[in-house]
């Protein structure tokens, strides 16, 4: 994609959405971390379907402490790996406790030395709590910055580096949402929608998928 063309990429998608947030549902920062540290190799809507039962019995650090790991595992069974995110999740709520008086940090240092919380899930809270521009790459934006070549890179990291770079400040703030919401129904990954594609005269996309039934 060429330096000229990501500007007007940025703007189709912003109006297309004009206020875009994440699909998961929360109230607060620690409901936003707990539901991102659940939502590895897990999809939002089973996440979402977990929390609203789990969050009005226990929606802080010191009410998942009281709350246990069994009773915890008991909500969040339905989501894979879900033994091991409540071991990582209770051990995060000590740490918040113990650390930062049950608040969540807005540094991604502190962030990042929690239990479970890696680079991408630190960029989420970051973004959608606290309003800083960063760039949460998970599978979807990896994707769609290779495959429309606005910001090839071989691993995440590379992809964010490229992104941070190229992304136009005025659209920084919510690119990652668009960015995920783009690949998640659209640039999907094994056919592309590309006839439902409202950015398609700006992608490198070379083999582009034709309506289903077209000749």
Known sequence: MKKDQIEPFFATLRAANPL??????FTTPFELLTAVLLSAQATDVGVNKATRKLFPVANTPQALLDLGLERLEE???TIGLYRTKARNLLKT??????EHGGQVPRTREA???LPGVGRKTANVVLNVAFGEETMAVDTHIFRVANRTGLAPGKNPLEVEAALMKRV???YLADA??????????VCVARTPRCWECAVIQYCDYK???PPPGAS
Request: aromatic share 8%.
């Open 93 to 98: 709520c000590e740490i918040l406790v113990r």
């Open 168 to 170: 136009p400040r005025e």
């Open 111 to 113: 962030l990042e030395s």
């Open 207 to 209: 083999p582009k998928t």
């Open 20 to 25: 875009p947030t994440t699909e998961l549902e």
């Open 75 to 77: 909500y969040i069974k």
């Open 176 to 185: 990652h949402h668009w960015l995920i919401l783009h690949g998640r129904y």
